[in-house]
Protein backbone atom coordinates (compact mmCIF):
# COMPACT_ATOMS: atom_id res chain seq x y z
CA UNK A 1 0.00 0.00 0.00
CA UNK A 2 2.86 2.22 0.62
CA UNK A 3 4.33 1.90 -2.44
CA UNK A 4 1.00 2.49 -4.64
CA UNK A 5 0.48 5.67 -2.12
CA UNK A 6 4.08 6.86 -2.79
CA UNK A 7 3.15 5.90 -6.75
CA UNK A 8 0.30 7.87 -6.93
CA UNK A 9 1.84 11.08 -5.32
CA UNK A 10 4.81 10.64 -7.88
CA UNK A 11 2.37 10.46 -10.83
CA UNK A 12 0.26 13.13 -9.17
CA UNK A 13 3.66 14.92 -9.05
CA UNK A 14 4.31 14.06 -12.41
CA UNK A 15 1.30 15.40 -13.43
CA UNK A 16 1.39 18.73 -11.24
CA UNK A 17 5.01 19.65 -12.79
CA UNK A 18 2.92 19.02 -16.77
CA UNK A 19 0.79 21.39 -15.59
CA UNK A 20 3.05 23.67 -14.56
CA UNK A 21 5.27 23.00 -17.04
CA UNK A 22 2.36 23.76 -19.29
CA UNK A 23 1.95 26.95 -17.56
CA UNK A 24 4.80 28.41 -18.58
CA UNK A 25 4.29 27.37 -22.06
CA UNK A 26 1.35 28.79 -22.32
CA UNK A 27 2.85 31.95 -20.67
CA UNK A 28 6.03 32.31 -22.85
CA UNK A 29 3.04 31.95 -25.91
CA UNK A 30 1.55 34.39 -24.36
CA UNK A 31 4.54 36.60 -24.01
CA UNK A 32 5.28 36.31 -27.42
CA UNK A 33 1.63 37.34 -28.44
CA UNK A 34 2.39 40.89 -27.50
CA UNK A 35 5.71 41.15 -29.85
CA UNK A 36 3.98 40.75 -32.82
CA UNK A 37 1.73 43.93 -32.32
CA UNK A 38 4.76 45.16 -32.04
CA UNK A 39 6.15 44.09 -35.58
CA UNK A 40 4.76 46.88 -37.41
CA UNK A 41 7.15 48.68 -35.27
CA UNK A 42 10.33 46.64 -35.64
CA UNK A 43 9.02 46.17 -39.44
CA UNK A 44 9.51 49.76 -40.20
CA UNK A 45 12.70 49.56 -38.59
CA UNK A 46 13.94 46.51 -40.39
CA UNK A 47 12.39 48.48 -43.51
CA UNK A 48 14.47 51.76 -43.30
CA UNK A 49 17.57 49.47 -42.60
CA UNK A 50 17.87 47.70 -45.63
CA UNK A 51 17.08 50.80 -47.46
CA UNK A 52 19.91 52.34 -45.98
CA UNK A 53 22.19 49.04 -46.37
CA UNK A 54 20.99 48.84 -49.99
CA UNK A 55 22.97 52.38 -50.70
CA UNK A 56 24.98 50.77 -53.66
CA UNK A 57 28.24 52.58 -55.31
CA UNK A 58 26.90 55.78 -57.23
CA UNK A 59 29.40 56.86 -59.75
CA UNK A 60 30.47 60.70 -60.12
CA UNK A 61 29.11 62.16 -63.03
CA UNK A 62 30.57 65.27 -62.83
CA UNK A 63 34.14 67.17 -61.23
CA UNK A 64 36.67 65.28 -59.97
CA UNK A 65 38.29 67.71 -57.17
CA UNK A 66 41.95 66.88 -55.83
CA UNK A 67 42.67 67.46 -52.19
CA UNK A 68 46.37 66.71 -50.93
CA UNK A 69 47.13 65.07 -47.86
CA UNK A 70 50.53 66.52 -46.96
CA UNK A 71 52.41 65.46 -43.65
CA UNK A 72 55.22 67.93 -43.26
CA UNK A 73 57.75 70.48 -40.83
CA UNK A 74 54.26 72.74 -41.34
CA UNK A 75 52.27 69.82 -39.68
CA UNK A 76 49.74 67.00 -41.22
CA UNK A 77 47.02 68.59 -43.47
CA UNK A 78 44.23 67.93 -45.93
CA UNK A 79 44.60 70.81 -48.62
CA UNK A 80 42.41 72.14 -49.19
CA UNK A 81 40.63 71.07 -45.98
CA UNK A 82 37.62 72.84 -46.69
CA UNK A 83 35.71 71.99 -49.88
CA UNK A 84 32.42 72.40 -51.04
CA UNK A 85 31.58 70.47 -54.31
CA UNK A 86 28.07 69.31 -56.14
CA UNK A 87 26.08 66.06 -55.68
CA UNK A 88 27.40 63.78 -58.69
CA UNK A 89 30.98 65.30 -57.63
CA UNK A 90 34.07 63.23 -56.74
CA UNK A 91 36.83 63.85 -54.25
CA UNK A 92 40.48 62.42 -55.16
CA UNK A 93 42.46 62.35 -52.22
CA UNK A 94 45.62 62.09 -52.99
CA UNK A 95 48.44 61.39 -50.64
CA UNK A 96 51.27 63.81 -50.82
CA UNK A 97 53.56 63.81 -48.31
CA UNK A 98 54.81 62.69 -44.67
CA UNK A 99 51.96 59.31 -45.27
CA UNK A 100 50.03 56.82 -44.50
CA UNK A 101 47.40 58.89 -44.44
CA UNK A 102 43.29 58.13 -45.16
CA UNK A 103 39.63 59.81 -45.06
CA UNK A 104 37.32 58.50 -43.01
CA UNK A 105 34.00 60.38 -42.17
CA UNK A 106 32.67 60.63 -39.11
CA UNK A 107 29.35 61.73 -37.59
CA UNK A 108 26.88 61.59 -39.96
CA UNK A 109 24.01 61.70 -38.41
CA UNK A 110 21.81 61.59 -41.77
CA UNK A 111 21.20 57.62 -42.17
CA UNK A 112 20.47 57.34 -45.70
CA UNK A 113 23.87 59.92 -46.43
CA UNK A 114 25.98 57.61 -43.99
CA UNK A 115 24.73 54.86 -46.42
CA UNK A 116 25.24 56.37 -49.68
CA UNK A 117 28.90 57.58 -48.58
CA UNK A 118 29.78 54.55 -47.00
CA UNK A 119 29.05 52.70 -50.38
CA UNK A 120 30.84 55.36 -52.76
CA UNK A 121 33.58 53.93 -50.49
CA UNK A 122 35.50 51.80 -52.34
CA UNK A 123 38.88 49.49 -51.71
CA UNK A 124 39.91 47.84 -48.34
CA UNK A 125 38.20 50.35 -45.95
CA UNK A 126 39.70 50.13 -42.64
CA UNK A 127 35.97 49.97 -41.68
CA UNK A 128 32.51 52.15 -42.22
CA UNK A 129 33.17 55.16 -43.54
CA UNK A 130 37.07 54.41 -43.32
CA UNK A 131 39.10 54.51 -46.11
CA UNK A 132 41.81 52.40 -47.09
CA UNK A 133 45.51 53.46 -45.90
CA UNK A 134 47.04 55.34 -48.71
CA UNK A 135 51.00 53.98 -48.14
CA UNK A 136 52.86 55.19 -51.11
CA UNK A 137 53.42 59.09 -52.09
CA UNK A 138 50.93 59.65 -55.19
CA UNK A 139 48.22 57.47 -54.48
CA UNK A 140 45.36 58.56 -54.69
CA UNK A 141 41.82 57.14 -53.25
CA UNK A 142 38.56 58.94 -54.92
CA UNK A 143 35.36 59.45 -53.29
CA UNK A 144 32.31 60.23 -55.40
CA UNK A 145 29.46 62.36 -54.16
CA UNK A 146 26.63 60.88 -56.53
CA UNK A 147 23.39 60.62 -55.00
CA UNK A 148 24.95 61.78 -51.41
CA UNK A 149 22.31 64.44 -49.89
CA UNK A 150 23.22 67.82 -49.98
CA UNK A 151 24.85 68.72 -46.25
CA UNK A 152 28.27 69.06 -44.53
CA UNK A 153 30.39 66.15 -43.80
CA UNK A 154 33.53 65.95 -41.58
CA UNK A 155 36.38 63.70 -42.27
CA UNK A 156 39.48 62.78 -40.53
CA UNK A 157 42.41 61.34 -41.25
CA UNK A 158 42.70 58.18 -38.73
CA UNK A 159 46.53 57.97 -38.45
CA UNK A 160 46.91 61.50 -37.59
CA UNK A 161 43.74 62.29 -36.26
CA UNK A 162 45.99 63.32 -32.67
CA UNK A 163 47.82 66.40 -35.34
CA UNK A 164 44.37 67.55 -36.26
CA UNK A 165 44.39 66.63 -40.21
CA UNK A 166 40.85 66.54 -40.99
CA UNK A 167 38.78 68.32 -43.39
CA UNK A 168 35.15 69.07 -43.78
CA UNK A 169 33.34 68.95 -47.72
CA UNK A 170 30.15 70.28 -48.27
CA UNK A 171 27.87 68.97 -50.78
CA UNK A 172 25.64 70.93 -52.81
CU1 LIG B 1 47.33 61.60 -42.42
Known sequence: MRFYGIALLASAAVLGACGGEKTPATDSAAAVTPAPSATPTTDSAAAM???AGAATAAPA???????KMIGD???YKFEPANITVKQGD???FINVSGGPHNVAFHDIT???AKAQIDANMPGA???ELSGPMLMQPN???TVSFAKVPPGTYNFNCMPHLAMNMKGVVTVQ
Request: net charge negative; hydrophobic share 35%; charged share 20%.
Open 125 to 127: KLG
Open 61 to 67: TGTTHEV
Open 110 to 112: DAA
Open 139 to 141: EGY
Open 73 to 75: ASG
Open 49 to 51: APA
Open 90 to 92: AIK
